[in-house]
């Protein structure tokens, strides 16, 4: 298999990062990039997700609960937050 150089720009912290990490896993980067583009090729895409910081199930499970609490009349309200720590010690 006749084989070719293939140059990428990375931060230079990343890469000492990705040395490091290979590293422990007994490779260097360019098996590790060898090993991505195999795994894309075979797989027909990236081989994980690929995605904007979207919050956790839990996370917007969470928010919602916290939304649905905010609209509720039967949830206790406060007027500040000592009234509220004297509520909790109790």
Known sequence: MASTN??????AKLKEQADIFFNELGMNIST???????QSLREGR???D????????ETI???????????DPNTKRYNDVEEALKELKK
């Open 6 to 11: 293939i140059s990428i720009r990375m931060d």
């Open 32 to 38: 590790a990039f060898n090993i991505f583009v195999r």
């Open 46 to 48: 990236i081989p994980f």
């Open 50 to 57: 690929i995605s904007i910081n979207q919050p956790k199930a």
């Open 61 to 71: 499970a969470a928010l919602s609960e916290a939304e649905a609490i905010a609209i």
